[in-house]
């Protein structure tokens, strides 16, 4: 990663920076722009180098969208916990306390996105992963962390049912922030008692 | 309704009907192919008319297809609550069971669909109104027929959880279809203790 391949951004960056720079440029873009109207131009300009070097990068613009999504949803997966250390039920309240805040200061940005996702296979696929690894958080959070496919289930459904409400919620705000994350949090443990049905063996810690 | 306009078709039908006919024969066609592939050319020779006659109902094929969703929907509607007389525990059992039947049908449809519509605002509108009116069943169901927001965000959670657990479980089913229903049903009641985050005034009944 140390041959310096363009000069141009007023910096030398190896082809590794400069694709991580891109993409962190993007990210900021869509803070406040929404990531279906993102353009090379755009992160060309605030980068400083020409349109023809951020194409060099991402092919397409959907490739240059999808490596944006994939960022903000890093960072918003580093953002859902904070803190291993803590009990299951706190991590728990904090991660959808975090999810709520993300999705809270940048709404149409992923309302648009998550609409739209459904129709472009690699956007898709991110929302997918990100899915999967809050699974994984929830599994590891709760000590089962090899989980029969039933819990898995149970736990897709309940990281649906937190998106929507969430989204809902974002229409007219008429329940305040902490009951919204009150309730999501205790229905996860509510959904203790039925999941036998899916996974006959399993048990829920203590919603402490 | 008695102005015949069109013989075409071997059939001499009112504007009224031959909209109806159209669009039945979309439904049709949909059950064993996907919708965002229905054609006006695929209605026109299954109901023997011209492709003219079917874009003179339906302008573009997007207010065919959505036409054709929304009889889907009001189809499916009314499978999910073939008898009202049951006590809401018995209903909602039917009602789930009736989902995953329709959807076990015809699964590449609905996943498709599912995903294509958040895309479409005609498709998206069809699939919002479906939730809305499944809401109003459920809140009918349980004896509280003027539901508080809050109690309203809960069921549109509950929907959209039963959506996302149906879908994953088409991937594989590993989990009976009877497993699958006693999970949503015990579910909804299972979240009747946090609701009242969202909804402190609200009771649900007993399942009985």
């Known amino acids: 990663m140390t041959s310096d391949t363009t000069t141009e951004g007023g910096r030398r960056l190896s082809p590794g920076q400069r694709h991580e720079q891109l993409v962190a440029v993007g990210v900021e873009i869509v803070t406040t722009s929404p990531l279906d109207q993102l353009t090379a131009d755009a992160v060309a300009e605030r980068a400083g180098v020409s349109k023809g070097l951020v194409f060099h990068y991402f ?27 803590l009990d299951p039920s706190e991590r728990l309240k904090g991660g959808v306390a975090a999810f709520v805040r993300y999705i809270d200061q940048q709404p149409a940005n992923y309302v648009t996105l998550s609409r739209s ?10 929302f997918e ?43 007219d705000r008429q329940v305040p922030t902490e009951q919204l994350v009150d309730y999501l949090h205790d229905a996860l443990f509510a959904l203790a008692a039925p999941v ?13």
């Open 59 to 85: 092919p397409s613009i959907r490739d240059l969208q999808a490596a944006v999504l994939r960022a903000a949803m890093e960072e918003l997966l580093r953002a859902l916990d904070p803190d291993p250390q």
């Open 117 to 126: 996702a459904g129709a472009d296979h690699r956007l898709h696929e991110v």
């Open 129 to 171: 992963e990100a899915r999967e690894r809050v699974t994984d958080l929830i599994t590891a959070g709760i000590g089962i962390p090899d989980p029969p496919d039933g819990l898995r289930l149970a736990l897709r459904g309940w990281i649906a049912m937190t998106e929507e409400v969430v989204l809902e919620w974002l229409i």
């Open 196 to 208: 036998h049905h899916l996974a006959p063996a399993v048990e829920f810690p203590d919603p402490g």
